[in-house]
C-alpha cells in the first residue's frame, strides 16, 4: 500500500471506534448552579470588604456606648439624695469645724450643728442646737442659713454669734460683722422680720416670738471663742454670763443686787477661771468658792 491507502485506512478505523462510543448526556441543575454560583461571588465580596468578626465588635461596641451615654444622661436628671454630717461638742469642751465653703465654726460645749456634705447651687442650710460662733465665708449667689428652733438667720458673708439652747425660751443672735436678716418660722415672706448692724444683739422670744434688738459690748458674747475677755462698762450679770459660757459652769449669787454693778476690766491671756474672780473681787468684795461645775459668791 501507498501512502494514501494506509491513511484512508486508519481514518476508516477511528471512524469505526467513534461510532462505538456512546456518550451520556448530563442533566444539568440551572437553579443550583445559579445559587452555587452567587454565593461564590457573595463570598469573595465579603473576604475583600471588612470581617464579620469586626461588625459583631462593631455592633456591641455601639450598644455599649448607648448603654452609657443613656446612663449618664439618666443620671445627670436624677436628684441625689443629700449625705449630711453632725458634729457634737460635749459638755466642757470646745469644738471647731469646716463646713464644704469654709466657713468656720466653733461650737461651745453641749451644742450640735448638721450639715450637708456639700452645698447645692442656690443656698447653704445649717441647723443648730447650742451655742456656735460663725465666720461665714462671702458667697453673693449663695446665702448661709442657720436653721434654729423658731426662727431663721441669713447671712451672705458675716461673722455673729448664736446661743440658742434648747432648754431655753429665747434665742440671742450677736452680731460682729456684716449683716444678718433674721426670719420667724411663721414667715412666709421674702422680707426678713428684723435686719442687724454690727454692734447688736437679738434676743427672739420663742413663746410670744417677740424680737427685740439692743447694742451691745460683743466682746462678752465671743470671749469663750477666743479667751479674750474685754470687759468696758458692763454689768457684774454680763460678765459672769461670759464667765458661764466660757468655763461650763453655774454661778450662783447670795445677793442678786450684785448683778447690777458695773464693772471695767481685761484678761488678754488665757487666764483661769480663779483668776478672773480673784481679780474681781479686789472691786466687788465678794467671797466665792468653786465646786466642781458650780460657782458660789456671797
Given at each position: 500500500?501507498?501512502?494514501?491507502?494506509?491513511?484512508r485506512?486508519q481514518?476508516?478505523?477511528?471512524?469505526?471506534c467513534?461510532?462505538r462510543i456512546?456518550?451520556k448526556?448530563?442533566?444539568v441543575?440551572t437553579?443550583?448552579?445559579?445559587?452555587?454560583?452567587?454565593k461564590?461571588?457573595?463570598t469573595s465580596k465579603k473576604?475583600?470588604?471588612v470581617s464579620?468578626?469586626?461588625?459583631?465588635?462593631?455592633i456591641?461596641?455601639?450598644?455599649a456606648l448607648?448603654?452609657v451615654?443613656?446612663?449618664?444622661?439618666?443620671?445627670?436628671?436624677l436628684i441625689?439624695?443629700l449625705?449630711y454630717?453632725?458634729v457634737t461638742?460635749l459638755?466642757?469642751s470646745?469644738?471647731?469645724?469646716l463646713l464644704?465653703d469654709?466657713?468656720?465654726?466653733?461650737?461651745?460645749?453641749?451644742?450640735?450643728?448638721?450639715?450637708?456634705?456639700?452645698?447645692?447651687?442656690?443656698?447653704?442650710?445649717?441647723?443648730?442646737?447650742?451655742?456656735?460662733f460663725?465666720?461665714?465665708t462671702?458667697?453673693a449667689?449663695r446665702p448661709?442659713?442657720?436653721?434654729?428652733?423658731g426662727?431663721?438667720i441669713?447671712v451672705?458673708g458675716t461673722?455673729?454669734?448664736v446661743l440658742a439652747k434648747?432648754?431655753?425660751?429665747?434665742?440671742?443672735?450677736?452680731?460682729?460683722?456684716?449683716s444678718?436678716a433674721?426670719?420667724?418660722?411663721?414667715?412666709?415672706?421674702s422680707l426678713?422680720?428684723r435686719?442687724?448692724?454690727?454692734?447688736?444683739?437679738a434676743i427672739?422670744d420663742?413663746?410670744n416670738?417677740?424680737i427685740r434688738?439692743?447694742?451691745v459690748?460683743t466682746?462678752?458674747?465671743?470671749?469663750?471663742?477666743t479667751g479674750?475677755?474685754?470687759?468696758?462698762?458692763v454689768?457684774f450679770?454680763?460678765?459672769?454670763?461670759?464667765?458661764?459660757r466660757?468655763?461650763n459652769?453655774?454661778?450662783?449669787?447670795?445677793?442678786?443686787?450684785?448683778k447690777?454693778?458695773?464693772?471695767t476690766?481685761?484678761?488678754?491671756?488665757?487666764?483661769s477661771?480663779d483668776?478672773?474672780?480673784s481679780i474681781?473681787?479686789?472691786?466687788m468684795?465678794?467671797?466665792y468658792?468653786?465646786?466642781?461645775?458650780?460657782v458660789?459668791?456671797?
Open positions: 500500500m501507498n501512502l494514501k491507502e494506509v491513511h485506512e481514518k476508516r478505523k477511528y471512524q469505526e467513534v461510532n456512546r456518550f448526556s448530563i442533566e441543575d437553579d443550583d448552579v445559579y445559587n452555587k454560583l452567587w461564590r461571588i457573595e473576604k475583600i470588604g464579620p468578626i469586626w461588625k459583631y465588635i462593631s456591641a461596641a455601639c450598644i448607648l448603654c451615654s443613656s446612663f449618664l444622661i439618666r443620671d445627670s436628671f441625689k439624695p449625705s454630717l453632725e461638742a459638755a466642757g470646745k469644738t471647731h469645724v464644704p469654709s466657713t468656720e465654726v466653733w461650737l461651745n460645749g453641749d451644742s450640735w450643728i448638721r450639715y450637708p456634705e456639700s452645698f447645692d447651687e442656690k443656698s447653704r442650710h445649717i441647723e443648730l442646737i447650742g451655742e456656735g460663725f465666720k461665714v462671702k458667697d449667689h448661709f442659713l442657720v436653721n434654729l428652733d426662727m431663721t441669713q451672705l461673722e455673729f454669734n434648747k432648754q431655753s425660751n429665747t434665742i440671742e443672735t450677736t452680731l460682729l460683722e456684716g444678718v433674721i426670719y420667724k418660722e411663721s414667715n412666709e415672706t426678713p422680720d435686719l442687724l448692724i454690727p454692734g447688736e444683739q427672739y420663742k413663746q416670738e417677740s434688738v439692743h447694742p459690748q466682746s462678752c458674747f465671743v470671749s469663750w471663742v479674750d475677755y474685754v470687759f468696758e462698762k454689768t450679770g454680763q460678765i459672769i454670763d461670759a464667765l458661764e466660757s468655763f459652769v453655774k454661778f450662783h449669787l447670795k445677793d442678786k443686787a450684785l447690777n454693778v458695773y464693772l476690766a481685761q484678761f488678754t491671756h488665757n487666764e477661771l483668776n478672773i474672780l474681781l473681787q479686789i472691786s468684795k465678794y467671797k468658792v468653786i465646786k466642781d461645775k458650780n458660789f459668791i456671797e
